[in-house]
């Protein structure tokens, strides 16, 4: 049979073991154990004389160069990392004075790794974003890209945080807001990215147009056709067609029919045609714009189309007239 440990909690440190048919029992006295230690005022000292200490040497060294560093940011990320070194000086010393010092240090250095590893998971996560982006691309400088539901153009990548030029927001269809926003790598991890230029600059847009259902829709569709004629991207030179076929060696991209096309669908206030057409990512905005205009001058000169908005109607009868036709005017 193998041995046991028997744990004793009381006065007694030693009790014999030739009555228990085991091949060897170590006993420990927990209690007696916490008492010796707790007893011993010398590391008690040692302890509060190493914390003082340590506080001391940082408040001094925080006040000697808080002077010299301007930049509130660079003072703010010394004191974390003072915070850093005075913490893992004072856990090993306090370790090292209440443990044997002689077996404790493998012991020390895994619990030292583990708290690194909690305390800097944030900083380990941003390091491996980074590496992630660099090895795998999803992104580089240059892109437009979406995270998190902010857009914008990636100007820096960094070890740490990546930096875009925002684009939306309170601003219409796509353009600058002026803003940088600093994403940390690690999001590349835990949140969607959309890239709007990796491998195949183009975007699909559209752009609807509603009449109202007494106009000839027809018509509209025939005006909306002819702006995108004159006015989207030209896809009959190939050369979207290569873009496309160069992206397909890294993606699974599929697009059969390259040249703008009509849909039209009803909705509550009128007719909806809607026009679909690629474009550059970049462009949207303009090739949005050129378009409205071309469509909104051929509806001026057209008498039977019109747009259409939600309206109300209200229908008033004559309650004697419905009650000459035998119906309840209630």
Known sequence: MGGFIVVSV?????????????????????????????????KVAQTIFVIATLLLVRWLVLRAIHGRLEDSASYFRTRKWMAYVVFGIGAYSIFTIWTDRGTSLGTYLGILSAGIAIALADVIENLAGWAFIVVRRPFKVGDRIEVEGRAG???????????????????????????????????????????????????????????????????TEEIVREAMAEHAPDTSDGMIARAIRQAAHHYLIRYTHLTPNTYVTVKDSGVMIYGRYLVPARQRRHVNDQLWRAILDAFAAEQTVELAYPTIRNVIQDPLRLEGDGRNPD
């Open 10 to 42: 009381g006065p007694a440190r030693r009790q014999s073991a030739s009555g228990l048919g085991v091949d060897s029992i170590a006993q420990v006295d927990v209690l007696g154990w916490l008492e010796d230690q707790m007893n011993d005022s010398t």
């Open 153 to 219: 153009d990636v100007v820096d990548i960094r070890v740490f945080r990546f930096t875009m030029l925002e684009i939306g927001a309170w601003v219409d269809a796509d353009q600058s807001t002026g803003r940088l926003i600093h994403v940390p790598n690690g999001r590349v991890f835990s949140e969607q990215i959309s890239n709007f230029t990796e491998g195949f600059p183009y975007i699909w847009d559209e752009i609807g147009v509603m009449v109202t259902f007494e106009s000839d829709w027809k018509r």
